[in-house]
């Protein structure tokens, strides 16, 4: 504009200017309307690209988008890049059962696979955050050895994630306690494998030749769980032993005390009710948030797999890789029974926050995840063990860092559903 008024005020041709002058402002009109059409273009672009975001995000966002996810549901993808979350080496809780590179395996694979669901990523384990939300708490494992192998790994993803000063563990009969100073926060593990008292109860001294349950009785164990503020429970395996499990009426100190052989499902089922009925009386749903872990397969038999293949999960170095493989360790009966006993108590007192985590079908993929021989051997092998490593192969427990890890980012990503 500044520059029209000076060539207007010095030209001698007046009409021209006038006209140059009217065919400008009608330039600077088409060019506001050009603008205008063009800003209103890429509003469009824009909404149309946030609506595509939306939906990219809904369908293969992260773990708690908008649809549905199951995480449970997915692959094992190779990932040496990111994965393992942590070296065995570096963690200072590490237990001898589970520390499979030390006792001499030397393929390491197993270490640097990752779970990919279909419809979502899980969100990568944050170390930091996961002390803050503990700070001033208590995050306490309940079960069987499985469950403590899911502890030992929660352990080393907090030292090595968070960088968290060496802490010892405290040991107080059948709860094992490592406390973060620095957060204030307690870590816990509560041997407790049939969730009620038994015969079985003693940390170190438990493998008897019958097992007996006390069906009525919880209190002995859950005394240790009053006022934790996350319980993470399992208990499978010690079951799945007998078609029958011996259970006991009265005490194990009374002289009239009765006993009475019950079919496994029929007792497991008991025991979960005893279980709810605790739950549903002490557990304080403001404090309290409660995570039942489902079973963990065993890989006893390469048959199962491999119908031309005589041995167990001894030299499997890479995943199943047929989706859905379910084998034969894993009972869905007591899975369903979890899941009724869960639902019962979300109906009889829905303020409770209580889940299921999921990890039995991505487990299942795993034979190669077993410590197999590479562990400590708790007592000496004899000569014919030596001569056959598939006779004293350990396809129960699981090599850390491994297959836990990821059941600890399923309880992360439930624990922070929201991606940030």
């Not at 609506?51 to 995000?57: N, Q, W």
């Not at 790994?153 to 107080?172: N, Q, V, Y």
């Amino acid at each position: 504009m500044v520059m029209g008024k000076r060539l207007a005020m010095k030209s001698p041709l007046l009409g021209i200017n006038k006209l140059w002058a009217a065919r400008k402002g009608l330039n600077s009109l088409l060019l506001f309307l050009i603008a205008a059409s063009a800003l209103a273009i890429v509003a469009a672009i824009c909404r149309q690209g946030a609506a595509v975001t939306e939906s990219s995000l809904s369908r293969e966002g992260s773990f708690g988008a908008r649809r549905k996810c199951e995480p449970s549901s997915g692959r094992w993808v190779f990932d040496n890049q990111s994965y393992p979350l942590y070296p065995e080496r570096r963690c200072s809780f590490m237990s001898d059962q589970l520390a499979c590179e030390k006792f001499g395996r030397k393929d390491l694979r197993y270490q640097n696979w990752r779970w990919q669901p279909h419809d979502c990523s899980l969100p990568r384990f944050n170390g930091t955050r996961m002390m803050e939300r503990i700070k001033g708490k208590r995050l306490a494992f309940v079960g069987d050895s499985l469950n403590r192998g899911q502890w030992i790994s929660m352990l080393c993803l907090l030292e090595t994630s968070a960088g968290l000063a060496k802490s010892p563990m405290i040991f107080s009969g059948s709860l094992t306690t490592v406390r973060f100073k620095e957060y204030n926060a307690s870590v816990e593990f509560h041997w407790s494998p049939l969730l009620v008292e038994s015969n079985s109860d003693d940390p170190i001294n438990h493998r008897l030749p019958e097992r007996i349950v006390r069906l009525e009785s919880i209190e002995k164990h859950a005394q240790h769980w009053t006022n934790a503020d996350i319980l993470i429970f399992n208990s499978y395996l010690w079951w799945r032993r007998d078609p029958k499990m011996k259970v006991i009426w009265g005490s194990f100190e009374s002289e009239e005390k009765e006993y009475e052989e019950i079919a496994m499902l029929t007792s497991f089922k008991m025991a979960l009710k005893t279980w709810a009925a605790w739950l549903h009386l002490h557990v304080d749903p403001v404090k309290t948030q409660v995570f039942f872990v489902t079973l963990s397969p065993t890989h006893q038999s390469s048959r199962e797999w491999d119908l031309d293949s005589e041995g167990n999960c001894y030299n499997q170095t890479d995943p199943i890789n047929k989706e859905g493989y379910w084998g034969r360790g894993s009972d869905r009966a007591m899975m369903r029974a979890v899941q009724e006993a869960v639902d019962q108590l979300k109906e009889s007192k829905p303020e409770l926050s209580i889940a299921i985590i999921d990890i039995t079908q991505l487990s299942e993929y795993r034979k190669d995840g077993h410590p197999s021989i590479y562990r400590k051997q708790w007592e000496p092998l004899t000569p014919q063990q030596l001569l056959t490593p598939t006779s004293f192969a350990d396809c129960i427990h699981w090599c850390l860092p491994g297959v836990p890890d990821v059941w600890n980012e399923l309880l992360y990503a439930a624990l922070f559903p929201s991606p940030l």
